[in-house]
């Protein structure tokens, strides 16, 4: 009868030995993946943002990603982004990005379609990224802000939508100071200082 009892304390070991792996892995993978949102409140004002001059003046509407390779925020917008880009490029909308001076990495294959400028006047005076600008198809700056608020951005509850849809159908739209809650992070490069 000793027999059917080991089989039994093994059976149980090696459940044990699972449940606690599988519960390491859980932890592993939300603290890599998963992290807490914590509010952060982001004036984005973009009166002296504007197009560089090959940009400039009549043309198709113009969308500006401003990104931060190192922000985990910008994880949350770049599946949308590329719904937007899926559908408004066919409609002639230009995508463009912009990536924090100073910053390395790049966007997914997926975005590759963005045409990368390597600066955009006015915007060291961005408070955060990720962001958004929309020119109309005057050259007009129509929109600068976040692309949602709160902690994830998706079609259901973006700003950008609307605002690419209002501007096709030739509606004016003047949203360049946006005052937002969600998943920032700083754009101005900081300096340490060391006294």
Known sequence: M??????????????VVWLGAMLVAFWWFEARYI?????????FA???LR???ELAGPGPIRVVHFWDPACPCNVG???????????FAPQGVAFYAVQKPGSHGQLPD???ALQPLSHLPGAEQLPASPAVGI????GRLAYFGPYSEGATCTSSNSFIEPILEALAQGRPVNATHTLAV??????????????
């Open 135 to 138: 020119w109309d198809k005057d």
């Open 2 to 15: 000793r027999l059917p009892r080991r089989k039994t304390l093994l059976a149980s070991l090696l459940a």
């Open 110 to 112: 997926t975005l590759s």
């Open 46 to 48: 973009g009166d002296g």
């Open 35 to 43: 992290r807490p949102f914590s509010e952060q409140t982001a004036l």
């Open 51 to 53: 197009l560089p001059d």
């Open 182 to 195: 969600g998943c920032y992070c700083p754009w101005p490069e900081t300096t340490n200082k060391s006294g």
């Open 77 to 87: 917008n770049l599946q949308h982004l590329a719904e937007l880009l899926e559908r």
